[in-house]
C-alpha cells in the first residue's frame, strides 16, 4: 500500500478578502448560501413523474457541473505544483531594487512544474521540456518567472511559436502520437528551421527526462535587464538550481513509468512534501553589464537559443527557494493559476528579445480565454498579497463590490488611486532609446544555428553522448518520410561527425557531410554527472524482505537513511506485516504492485537467503540495467546471486551486517545517483 497520507488539518490560515465566505459552512447550502434538505433525490411530480423545472437545486448543481472543466492549457497542460517560501540572501541588492531581493526577505511563492506537450491526461515521463514557472507574492506585486528546466528555447522569434506547437503536437488527422515528438511533423519542422538544432541537443540529452522536480534545474531562459536604486542597470539571466543536484531517469524507465504510474513525478512531489522533505532550490544570477550592443563575449544575448556558458560568467547565488506545501484543491490553484511574462516587479524589466516580446502578449490574451474573462487576477491563487486599486471595473466573475463613482483618473471627487513617484515604489521603465527602420528581420548574429549545439555535445561525457544518439535514433525512426530523416542527418553533421555517423548507423542510412565547429570550447557545468556523492534527501530505497528477516537491521537502516531525509519502503511477498519472533513490520509494497522505477536503491535483507520470485529477478535485473544501487547484507547476498545479479559489479554495496561503514556506503553511492561504470 502507499504511505498512508496525512489527515487534513482545517485551514486556520486569515480568510482571504478575495475568499470572502465560500465553502466556511459546516451545513449544506447552494452556491447562493440557501441551506437544502436533500441532495439525492430531484424535484419530481410524484415519485415517479417528470423532474420539474423549478427544482433550483438540480439545474445549478448539473449546471455546475457540466462547467467544471476548463479549456486545458494549449501548452503545458499537464502540471503539478506546490507552496513555499523564498528566502533572499541580500547579495542582490546593490543590482536591483526589487523588494523580494533585499536581505532577510521571505516572500510567498507558488511554482507549478509542467511539460509542454502533452494533454492534462499524458504521462509526466515522456520526453519534453518541463515548465518551471514561479509566482512570487510579492509586497510590491507579483512577479512572475516563467521559465522551463533547458536555458533555450526551438525559436528565435515569438511569431513562430504557433508553428513549432502545431508540429509537436499531436497529428490533426489521427490526434496521435500524445506527448511526444517522435513523429514527422516535428521533425520536418525543427530539420527546416536550423534555430531548433541547439534546443533538440537539450531536449534529446538526459535533461528531457528528469528522474524529478526536486532533481531539475530551472531557467528564466531570457536576458533580464535589473535596474537598482541608483537607476543603473545590468543584464541578467535567471537560474533555479537544485539542492539535490540534477539527475535524469535512463530511457527505459521513463517509458515503464509512463506505463506502471504515470502520475510518477507528481506523486513524488507531493510524497515527499507529506514526508517532510521540501523541494529546495537556490536563485542564480549570470550578471553582465548592459552595453549598447547587449553582447557577452560574442553570444548575443538577445537571442533565446544561446546560453552563456557558466565558465564565461559566474552564476551567483542570491537566495533560497522552498516548497513545503501541497496545494489544497488541485483545480483551484495549479489549474486555476495564470503566469504571465509581463507580471514585473519595479527594479525588473525585459529586453527586446523577440521570443519574450511575443510572450508578453501571448500569455494575459490566453488568460482571458482559459479563465472565462478578465478577472482571473482575483481568483485566490493568482490575488497579489499587496494592495490593489486598479480602476478597473466589470467584466466576468467580477467578485469584488467596488465603491465610488469615479473609476478614472483624474477625478476631483476626491476618491483615492493617484499615481505615486517612482521613489515612492511606482515601476517606471528605464529610458532608452528606440529607433530604426520597420523590418521582418534577424540581427545577423541570429544566424549562427551550430556553435552552440556543438559545445553542449562536447560538453557531455561519453555515456550521455550515448544516451543523446539513442534518443536521436529513436526519434528519427519514428518518423516515415524519409527525407525528412535526411534532413535531420544533415543538421546533425554540422554539429558533430561522430554524432551524425553514429545516428546514422542506427537509422541505417548513410552519414552526410557537413562543416560542424572545430574544437569547441566544452562547459563541464552543461554536464549531469557527478564524481562527489550529493543529498540523498527526498531519494526512495526499498528493503526486500519476507518473515524472519533481520528486522533490528532493517530498523537500523531506516534510522540512518531517515537521518539523511530519505525515505524506505519495505517490499515483501504479500502485504500486511513480516514477522520475526515477536516483532513486525509492516510491508508497503509488494512483488505484485511495485517496479524499479519507485527506488533509487534496493536492499535484500538478511534473513531470507531462499527468496525466489520471479518478478523479483525482473525488478533486480531491471534495477542493475539501469545502474541504480543494489545492496544486501549476510545471506541477503544469495537473492542477489540467484537472481543473475553480478554482485562484483560497479554499484553493488556488500555487508556482513548493518552497521556505521555498511550504511554510509550506501548512503554515498545513493548520493552518485548512479554507477554509470556498469553501462553498457
Known amino acids: 500500500m502507499p504511505p498512508k497520507r496525512k489527515a487534513q488539518q482545517p485551514d486556520e490560515r486569515p480568510v482571504d478578502a478575495a475568499e470572502g465566505k465560500l465553502q466556511t459552512s459546516s451545513l449544506l447550502t447552494t452556491a447562493q448560501g440557501v441551506r437544502l434538505a436533500d441532495t439525492d433525490h430531484s424535484l419530481k411530480a410524484g415519485p415517479r413523474g417528470p423532474s420539474l423545472m423549478d427544482d433550483f437545486h438540480l439545474r445549478e448543481k448539473i449546471t455546475h457541473f457540466d462547467h467544471e472543466r476548463i479549456p486545458e492549457r494549449v501548452v503545458h497542460a499537464r502540471g ?19 523588494g523580494f531581493l533585499q536581505r532577510g526577505r521571505e516572500t510567498p511563492v507558488f511554482v507549478r512544474f509542467s511539460t509542454v506537450l502533452g494533454s492534462r491526461g499524458s504521462a509526466d515521463t515522456v520526453r519534453d521540456v518541463r515548465g518551471f514557472a514561479t509566482k512570487f507574492y510579492t509586497d510590491e506585486g507579483n512577479f512572475d518567472l516563467v521559465g522551463n528546466n533547458m536555458p533555450v528555447f526551438f525559436i528565435q522569434d515569438g511569431i513562430k511559436f504557433p508553428d513549432i506547437i502545431h508540429a509537436g503536437k499531436p497529428h490533426p488527422d489521427r490526434e496521435i502520437p500524445q506527448a511526444q515528438t517522435a513523429h514527422d511533423t516535428f521533425w520536418d519542422f525543427v530539420s527546416l528551421h536550423t534555430e531548433a538544432t541547439h534546443h533538440v541537443m537539450w531536449a534529446m540529452s538526459d535533461r528531457g527526462i528528469p528522474r524529478s522536480f526536486r532533481t531539475m534545474e530551472g531557467f528564466g531562459v531570457h536576458t533580464f535587464r535589473l535596474v ?8 541578467v539571466k535567471f537560474h533555479w538550481k537544485p539542492v539535490a543536484g540534477i539527475h535524469s531517469l535512463v530511457w527505459e524507465e521513463a517509458q515503464i513509468a509512463a506505463g506502471a504510474d504515470p502520475d510518477f513525478h507528481r506523486r513524488d512531489l507531493a510524497d515527499g512534501i507529506d514526508a517532510g522533505v521540501p523541494l529546495e532550490f537556490e536563485l542564480g544570477l549570470q550578471i553582465m553589464p548592459d552595453s549598447d550592443d547587449q553582447t557577452f563575449e560574442g553570444i548575443d544575448l538577445l537571442d533565446p537559443t544561446k546560453i552563456v556558458p ?4 559566474e552564476v551567483q547565488l542570491v537566495g533560497k527557494l522552498s516548497l513545503d506545501r501541497n496545494p489544497t484543491n488541485y483545480f483551484a490553484e495549479t489549474e486555476q493559476v495564470a503566469f504571465h511574462t509581463g507580471n514585473l516587479v519595479p527594479g525588473i524589466e525585459v529586453t527586446d528579445d523577440p521570443l519574450m516580446q511575443a510572450r508578453l502578449f501571448s500569455y494575459l490574451d490566453t488568460q482571458l480565454t482559459r479563465l472565462g474573462g478578465p478577472n482571473f487576477t482575483q481568483l485566490p491563487i493568482n490575488c497579489p498579497h499587496a494592495g490593489v486599486n486598479d480602476n478597473l471595473r466589470d467584466g466576468m466573475h467580477q467578485t469584488a463590490v467596488h465603491r465610488g463613482i469615479a473609476p478614472y483618473l483624474p477625478n476631483s471627487l476626491g476618491q483615492e488611486g493617484e499615481p505615486v513617484p517612482a521613489d515612492e515604489g511606482a515601476f517606471v521603465h528605464v529610458p532608452r532609446e528606440v529607433s530604426g527602420p520597420k523590418v521582418r528581420a534577424n540581427p545577423a548574429s541570429f544566424a549562427d544555428h551550430f556553435s552552440q549545439a556543438a559545445l553542449f555535445w562536447a560538453s557531455m561525457t561519453a555515456i550521455e553522448q550515448a544516451h543523446i544518439v539513442e534518443a536521436f535514433t529513436f526519434e528519427l525512426s519514428k518518423c516515415y518520410e524519409q527525407p525528412i530523416r535526411e534532413r535531420m542527418l544533415g543538421v546533425l553533421a554540422n554539429v558533430a561527425t561522430e554524432l551524425c555517423t553514429a545516428v546514422a548507423a542506427g537509422l541505417g542510412m548513410p552519414a552526410p557531410s557537413g562543416t560542424p565547429v572545430v574544437d569547441p570550447t566544452p562547459s563541464p557545468a552543461l554536464s549531469q554527472l557527478v564524481d562527489t556523492p550529493g543529498p540523498i534527501a527526498g531519494r526512495v530505497i526499498g528493503v526486500i524482505a519476507a518473515d524472519g528477516a533481520d528486522l533490528a537491521g532493517i530498523n537500523k537502516l531506516r534510522r540512518a537513511i531517515e537521518a539523511k531525509g530519505a525515505v524506505l519502503r519495505l517490499l515483501a511477498p504479500s502485504g500486511g506485516t513480516i514477522k520475526r519472533a515477536r516483532t513486525t513490520q509492516p510491508v508497503e509494497r509488494t512483488f505484485l504492485t511495485t517496479r524499479s522505477i519507485e527506488y533509487d536503491a534496493v536492499v535484500v535483507a538478511a534473513g531470507n537467503p531462499t527468496l525466489t520470485d520471479g518478478r523479483l529477478t525482473v525488478l533486480l535485473g531491471e534495477l542493475f540495467r539501469h545502474c541504480k544501487v543494489i545492496a544486501a547484507w549476510g545471506d541477503g547476498v544469495d537473492v542477489l546471486t540467484a537472481a543473475g545479479i553480478d554482485t562484483t559489479a560497479p554499484g553493488i554495496v556488500l555487508g556482513d551486517t548493518v ?13 552518485l545517483h548512479r554507477a554509470w561504470d556498469r553501462s553498457v
Open 80 to 98: 503539478a505544483a506546490a507552496h513555499g517560501t523564498f528566502t533572499a540572501y541580500g547579495n542582490a541588492g546593490s543590482i536591483t531594487r526589487a
Open 228 to 235: 537598482n536604486a541608483k537607476d543603473e542597470t545590468c543584464l
Open 310 to 313: 557558466e565558465e564565461l560568467c
Open 659 to 671: 552497521a556505521k561503514p555498511y550504511t554510509s556506503e550506501l548512503i554515498a553511492a545513493v548520493g
